[in-house]
C-alpha cells in the first residue's frame, strides 16, 4: 500500500516538474516573428472570447450609436490613435501590423454576420476601454479615454468598413482631430484648431498652463 502512495506522489510531483522545467529552461520561444502553436493559438483565442463575453456581458450599450455626431467625433481619434494598427479605407497594411502578433483585426473589414449587434458593440466597447493583455491593444481607458469618448468609437467602427478613403479623410477633418471628445482643438484654451486633423494631440491643455 504504502509503494503505491510513494508511487502515486512521484507521478504528480514529476507531471508538475516538467512543465515548470520547460518554461525555466528558456525553450520557450517568446519572438513574435514566431507564431503559437494552433492548439496554443486556439487555447488563447477561447479563453480571450469567454473572458470578454463574461466581462462584457452586462455592458448596455447606448441607442444613438447609428447617430452622425458620434460617428464625425470617433473619426479623428481613430485616426491618431488606432488606423495605424487596424488600418484605414484604402491602406492595405501598415509597418507595425505586420510586426505585431497577433496581428490586429482589420477594422475596415466588413464583420460577418454574427452575434446581434448590441453584444458586438458591448464586446468592442469593453476591449477598447481595458484593453487585451500582452496584444498591443491598449486599455484606452487608462490613457484618458472615458465612456461617451468609447462609445463614439464603437459608433465610427460601425460606420468604418462602408466609408470610402475620400469620405475617411472628410470625417476625420470635420472632427476636429485627436480631441477625446471630438471638439474643436480650440476649446481647449491655449491650443489653436489647425484645420481640423491637428495629428496627434491628446487635447490635454490644461497640462500646458
Ligand atoms: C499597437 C497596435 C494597436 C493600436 C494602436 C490599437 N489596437 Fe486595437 N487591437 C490590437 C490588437 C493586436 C488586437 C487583437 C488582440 C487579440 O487578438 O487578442 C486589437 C483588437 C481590437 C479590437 C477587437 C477586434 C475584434 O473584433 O476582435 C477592437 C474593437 C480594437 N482593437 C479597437 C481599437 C481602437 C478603437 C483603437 C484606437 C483607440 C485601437 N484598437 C488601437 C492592436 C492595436
Not at 481595458?130 to 491593444?137: D, E, S
Not at 472632427?175 to 471630438?182: F, K, M, Y
Amino acid at each position: 500500500m504504502k509503494k503505491i502512495w510513494i508511487g502515486a506522489f512521484g507521478l504528480l510531483a514529476a507531471a508538475a516538474l516538467i512543465p515548470a522545467a520547460v518554461l525555466y529552461s528558456g525553450m520557450v520561444d517568446v519572438s513574435a516573428d514566431t507564431p503559437h502553436s494552433p492548439v496554443v493559438y486556439e487555447l488563447i483565442a477561447a479563453v480571450r472570447e469567454r473572458s470578454i463575453a463574461r466581462s462584457a456581458g452586462d455592458v448596455v450599450p447606448p441607442t444613438d450609436l447609428s447617430e452622425a455626431a458620434r460617428v464625425r467625433r470617433g473619426a479623428g481619434n481613430y485616426d491618431a490613435m488606432c488606423a495605424g494598427c487596424h488600418l484605414s479605407p484604402g491602406v492595405a497594411n501598415s509597418e507595425i501590423r505586420q510586426g505585431l502578433y497577433p496581428q490586429p483585426p482589420d477594422l475596415t473589414a466588413l464583420r460577418e454576420a454574427g452575434e446581434g449587434q448590441d453584444r458586438f458593440a458591448a464586446r468592442q466597447f469593453w476591449i477598447i476601454k481595458h484593453g487585451i493583455k500582452a496584444t498591443g491593444m491598449a486599455a484606452w481607458s487608462k490613457g484618458g479615454m472615458t465612456d461617451p469618448d468609447i462609445w463614439d468609437q464603437v459608433a465610427f467602427l460601425q460606420a468604418l468598413p462602408a466609408l470610402s478613403p475620400a469620405q475617411y479623410r472628410q470625417l476625420v477633418t470635420a472632427s476636429g482631430g485627436h480631441t477625446h471628445g471630438g471638439e474643436a482643438v480650440g476649446e481647449h484654451g491655449q491650443e489653436t484648431a489647425d484645420e481640423g486633423d491637428s495629428g496627434h494631440d491628446h487635447g490635454h491643455g490644461d497640462h500646458h498652463h
